[in-house]
T-cell receptor
Framework: DGGITQSPKYLFRKEGQNVTLSCEQNLNHDAMYWYRQDPGQGLRLIYYSQIVNDFQKGDIAEGYSVSREKKESFPLTVTSAQKNPTAFYLC?????????????FGQGTRLTVV | SQQGEEDPQALSIQEGENATMNCSYKTSINNLQWYRQNSGRGLVHLILIRSNEREKHSGRLRVTLDTSKKSSSLLITASRAADTASYFCATDAGYGNKLVFGAGTILRVKS
């Protein structure tokens, strides 16, 4: 089945640790995105990538890093520089099409600092 | 910065009533999209309307777009308890594939 998979579903991080969230898609999509969602809030864009080996900062990139070495994969690292990382993280992907295309989302990773 | 701003923030209606949510945005867009999110889950795409379109329908959903006012509305007709969710608009400016979401409207449909 085609889709977008995030793992793990729940992640606990100690203060000062870096953690990496996984996002994999088999939809052959060029563009991939990472969003952060805080309780009762909308989605804020962290990073996005249009193509392999290329990515751009979103609105809240500080304290995060990404890589795009393969078309299928877009992992997000939450570094110790991110002071308030507890949130729900969503990954999305979409294809390129004239007039725009819909995005497909994973089921999210809930990160908690302990 | 958030591109889309939804209104109202929360909406509570009875089953069978219609629900209308509005979205305003600030810059030119290539298309505007509406998504639904059930609590604690990922978002699901509902409908996409392009900048040269004014209205679009999908089942019980009706979306309008007014580019002169930089606003869009989502109408859900004959609502059901299962429509209870958060609804988000997202703007796509085209070049660069940046997809920016608003803060969302929480819809509660009471049975």
């Amino acid at each position: 089945d085609g889709g977008i998979t995030q793992s793990p579903k729940y992640l606990f991080r100690k203060e000062g640790q870096n953690v990496t969230l996984s996002c994999e898609q088999n939809l052959n999509h060029d563009a991939m995105y990472w969003y952060r969602q805080d309780p009762g809030q909308g989605l804020r864009l962290i990073y996005y990538s249009q193509i392999v080996n290329d990515f751009q900062k979103g609105d809240i990139a500080e304290g995060y890093s990404v890589s795009r070495e393969k078309k299928e994969s877009f992992p997000l690292t939450v570094t110790s520089a991110q002071k308030n990382p507890t949130a729900f993280y969503l990954c999305a992907s979409r294809g390129v099409g004239l007039g725009g295309t819909e995005a497909f989302f994973g089921q999210g990773t809930r990160l908690t600092v302990v | 910065s958030q591109q889309g701003e939804e209104d109202p923030q929360a909406l509570s209606i009875q089953e069978g009533e219609n629900a209308t949510m509005n979205c305003s945005y600030k810059t030119s867009i290539n298309n505007l999209q509406w998504y639904r999110q059930n609590s604690g889950r990922g978002l699901v795409h509902l409908i996409l309307i392009r900048s040269n379109e004014r209205e679009k329908h999908s089942g019980r959903l009706r979306v309008t777009l007014d580019t002169s006012k930089k606003s869009s509305s989502l109408l859900i007709t004959a609502s059901r308890a299962a429509d209870t969710a958060s609804y988000f608009c997202a703007t796509d400016a085209g070049y660069g594939n940046k997809l920016v979401f608003g803060a969302g409207t929480i819809l509660r449909v009471k049975s």
